[in-house]
């Protein structure tokens, strides 16, 4: 079995900061993929940011410029630093990792965090 446990979530300003982390840990042979998604109030999961384990990196267009994906590959762990964070960037952050392992290649989503940018 396979988790991913998000932290870093909170309440922010607008024009704040926050980074949030997803460690991966049991049975992993590699990480293929990894990204973060966010689900905002009565809206559809949609993708944030996309990183491949060639380095390859894909942003959604209202975040370009603002955060940055990364990961440690000897931690298992990807995090997403967000800056000048908007009110409609509220909304829950899931990360999502591509994990070889030993039910074999295998998407897997943490639990979410909350991100609430409010003055």
């Known amino acids: 079995q396979v988790q991913l446990v998000e932290s870093g979530g909170g309440l922010v300003q607008p024009g704040g900061s926050l980074r949030l982390s997803c460690a991966a840990s049991g049975r992993i042979f590699s990480i293929n993929a990894v990204g973060w998604y966010r689900q905002g109030s009565e809206k559809q999961r949609e993708l944030v940011a996309r990183k491949t384990s060639g380095g390859s990196t894909n942003y959604a267009d209202s975040v370009k410029g603002r955060f940055t994906i990364s990961r440690d590959n000897a931690k298992n762990t990807v995090y997403l630093q967000m800056n000048s964070l908007k009110p409609e960037d509220t909304a829950v952050y899931y990360c999502?990792?591509?994990?070889?392992?030993?039910?074999?290649?295998?998407?897997?989503w943490g639990q979410g965090t909350q991100v609430t940018v409010s003055s």
């Open positions: 999502w990792s591509l994990v070889t392992g030993t039910e074999g290649l295998k998407g897997y």
